[in-house]
């Protein structure tokens, strides 16, 4: 920011600059206000044009104020004070390994791609469960809420039990995993 700017940010749906101090509106809806995908607007008409692409079912425009340029620069320092650098080995894409597409060779006329790993190369980090179900399976017979971190210690212990059962499944010679395969936790 130099020292002579004196816009803010800019509506999201018209451009025009909103300047540091000026009046702005915000879309109600949490999805719309987070970090990420801040939406700010000019006028009610500007907010109105966002409603439909968004699929809002029930939301208005809150009538906000934006920072001072002193308040914006002092966010801005906060926020890079707060950041923690990222060392290269946790950075997504860091040295991942290589996934090939291939035709499945058991079945023909199977379009379906696999995906598969190079040989010793470690599985995916995806998420392993449908995290609505879980946090939906929990709240009906817990009556409680579900923190994001769970899912992927989850999916980390769906791991160590599908690497189990694998080694079952070629202890006994078997290229299926099968029910028997897996021990109770």
């Known amino acids: 920011m130099t020292s002579g700017e004196t816009t803010w940010r800019r509506c999201s749906t018209c451009k025009k600059p909103i300047a540091f101090g000026s009046g702005y509106y ?23 044009g966002h409603v439909p692409v968004m699929r ?7 009538e906000e104020t934006a920072p001072t340029a ?13 950041e923690t650098p990222v060392p290269a080995s946790d950075k997504p894409n860091a040295r991942a390994p290589r996934r090939v597409m291939v035709a499945s060779p ?6 379906s791609p696999r995906v598969r790993l190079q040989p010793g190369a470690v599985g995916p980090r995806d998420v392993l469960v449908v995290v609505s ?3 939906l399976y929990i709240r009906a017979t ?25 080694e079952q499944a070629r202890a006994a010679a078997r290229k299926t995993v099968m029910a028997r395969d897996f021990t109770k936790a």
């Open 26 to 48: 915000a879309c109600s809806v949490s999805t719309c206000n987070r970090r990420g995908a801040l939406f700010v607007f000019c006028s009610v008409a500007c907010w109105d």
């Open 56 to 62: 809002h079912r029930d939301a208005w425009a809150a």
């Open 70 to 82: 002193a308040e914006w620069a002092r966010q801005q320092e906060d926020e890079r004070a707060h």
């Open 106 to 111: 058991s079945v023909e006329g199977d379009r």
């Open 133 to 135: 179900k879980l946090k």
């Open 142 to 166: 817990a009556d409680m809420h579900t923190s994001d971190d769970v899912v992927e210690v989850l999916s980390d212990h769906l791991r160590d039990l599908c690497d189990a059962a694998v």
